[in-house]
């Protein structure tokens, strides 16, 4: 390393957004999810689903921080491609 060219980054810059334990984007759609479900529907069953949902979301950003990212990447691609 040349003495003067090391720049502290904060630790903020280069991790996800996180409401919880799971991506914002996630947290955001699944309790909007459960509103509706919720009140719109009168659902008590929605209270659960948002609760697995939610804690399973935890556990896939544990292992991977960028997931969702990913899962939205493997949407994209076709399962075949003709030559």
Do not use: W
């Amino acid at each position: 390393m040349i003495e003067g060219y090391q720049v502290p980054i904060h630790r903020a810059l280069t991790h996800p957004i996180l409401i919880g334990g799971a991506p914002r984007e996630f947290a955001i759609l699944n309790a909007t999810v459960g509103a509706a479900l919720l009140f719109g529907l009168h659902s008590l069953l929605g209270v659960p689903l948002v609760v697995i949902l939610h804690a399973t979301a935890v556990i896939l950003t544990k292992h991977d921080p960028m997931f969702l990212e990913t899962f939205k990447r493997h949407l994209n691609h076709k399962p075949f491609y003709e030559a």
